[in-house]
């Protein structure tokens, strides 16, 4: 059996998870989540960091009891299964209960003031509200919501037996009728209004509800008659819908929109607002003083933002806390012998992270365009990146200022890239199949050769130290090594697999690959015979290689969101890192040799320590 890998950090934040960012009321820990993990961040230090895993598949909703003791999570499953409720303990970090009644995915959660009672809300495919016991871990009762769907929970603040739902044309508060064990609902009465509701805020004294709604108003629900009061703000309405609310310490409301906007309202006229990147999902309060008042704010684009607002200026400010990819990352490079920091890339950017501190140091967007693979040259003077518009582009590391462009590198889009160790040529793979090498001049670009034996896309390409032969990894179910002095193959390795990746190991007497087929695959780099097959994964294609630089072991990644390290030699899996919500895109090892960086379809970056595998000889 493997054992557990150890992680060490993590780089990301699922910004779409309405609600999905909250404070500890301690004022120095920020709760959020990624993927499947749960993640405990302290405010000032980023590389402080906690995590509670249990959830099997994308974490949903989050909710924080009033004294930061309880903390509840829930999350999607596939159709038809229950999804899982999990309640934490936060003071000793541990489980408490694991709940399951609903279908397919938990909407929302919400605990009551006195913490007795937690209220959980299913999704589009279950539409049922129950009420369970916090300390038992045991439903109470449940009731079916509204027909149509409904979309958030709210418990009172001063009463533990009331609360709201709000949905698409339904905004009810439910009474918990204690010795009938029943939940019994009151409509709003709205009157004429028809709204699609988005999010409730209750303030501090239970009188009014704020109901945030797609049409970009505000509603004011008087609570003790559910009768509607007011709207607004009346002259501007909130861009793309109000998607979150929060109330400020003074009374007034602080609304996020779905085109990035924020405003202060009081009694709803607008008093201050700002623009941000992304719809906001969350907003939840961080610290008062007496001039001024905090907020976080997480953004659909996965940015937190922390916004001051000065009451007696009107004035609200940002600053950027956190920010990571908001989609899939399709690749990840180290520079060459240098461990401090790595690149990866996505939709239309590349990104340069510190290892440590999981800070981003340079951004480089090139809007409406894929970056689908992206590596350093070898003297560090270039990121060279191939593009969905069949060019490559090559970018200062430190400035991210265009260096140079080659047009039309491929007719499809370039899937690989790999850099020789002169840096005097690039090598790339195409998604028509081509390989291509390029001589990089001072001023120009020059096409040495184009190699065409693949049928189809090239997934990965590696060169060999001594810069006179490379490896092709390709759809069509060929590896081919090319000499790079005559720009013909030399000998091809052939599988029933889509081959996904390919590695040397590190005295390149061997290549290791993987694919479609679940097998990782050892063979001769000199005459291209199979040495052995193991099982990579039981059920899922594996689509990344990784070895250390001593090559005593393998790192690999796949469709079954787990990272496992094997022994180079026994082929056996002695580690497995659970973390990720989606396939495992790339995997890499620092050159030092003591972390392991997987990125993966949910866009986060998981930092591991990487853990010597216990070898035969070692025992």
Sequence with gaps: MSEPLSLHSVIGFAGQVENGLL????????????????????????????????????????????????????????????????????????????????????????????ERFLASLGGQDDNSLVLW???????????????????????????????????????????????????RPHEAQLGQLQRLCRTITIDSNDQFAYVGTTSGDVLQVQLDRVLFKNSGPAKALIQMGATATCEAPNGDLVVGGGDGSLALLRKLPTLASLKLEGA?????????????????????????????????????????????????????????????????CGSGIIRLWHLDTCRELLRIAVPNLECHCVTFATDGKSIISGWSDGKVRAFGPQSGKLLYTINDAHHKAVTAIASTSDSSKVISGGEEGMVRVWRIGKQSQTLEASMKDHKGAVNCIRVKRADDECVSASSDGSCIIWDLHTFKRRTSLFANTFFKSVVYHPDESQLVTTGTDRKITYWDAFDGTAIRIIDGSDANEVNTLATDCTGEAI??????????????????????????????????????????????????IFIWDFQRPQTMADM
Aim: net charge negative.
């Design 23 to 114: 404070i500890h009321p301690d004022g120095r820990t920020l709760i959020f989540c990624l993927g499947s993990t749960i993640v405990l961040r302290d405010k000032h230090d980023s590389k402080a960091q906690e995590f509670l895993q249990g959830h099997s598949d994308k974490v949903s909703c989050l909710a924080l009891s009033r004294s930061g003791r309880y903390l509840a999570s829930g999350q999607i499953t596939y159709m038809g299964f229950t999804a899982d409720i999990i309640v934490w303990d936060l003071e000793t970090r541990q489980l408490m209960h694991r709940m399951a009644l609903h279908k397919v995915k938990i909407q929302a959660l919400d605990f009551s003031h006195d």
């Design 133 to 183: 016991d916090v300390h038992s871990g045991t439903a109470i009762c449940g009731s079916p919501t509204s027909s149509n769907f409904t979309l958030c929970v709210k418990f009172f603040h001063n009463r533990s037996d009331a609360l709201m739902t709000a949905g698409n044309y339904n905004l009810t508060m439910w009474e918990f009728d204690r010795p009938n064990n029943k939940l």
């Design 280 to 344: 906001v999902t969350s907003i939840t309060q961080e610290e008062t003083t007496s001039r001024c008042f905090t907020f976080l704010v997480g953004t659909a684009a996965c940015n937190i933002y922390k916004v001051k607002y000065e009451p007696a200026a009107a004035r609200m400010t940002e600053e950027l806390v956190q920010t990571s990819h908001m989609d899939r990352i399709n690749d990840l490079a180290f520079p060459h012998e240098f461990s401090d920091v790595f690149a990866t």
């Design 555 to 604: 790192i690999s990644g796949g469709g079954d969101k787990l990272v496992r390290l094997w022994g180079y030699d026994e082929g056996h899996c002695y580690f497995a890192g659970v973390a990720h919500s989606g396939s495992v895109s790339r995997v890499g090892v620092t050159p030092d040799k003591t972390r392991i960086v997987s990125v993966g379809s949910e866009g986060g």
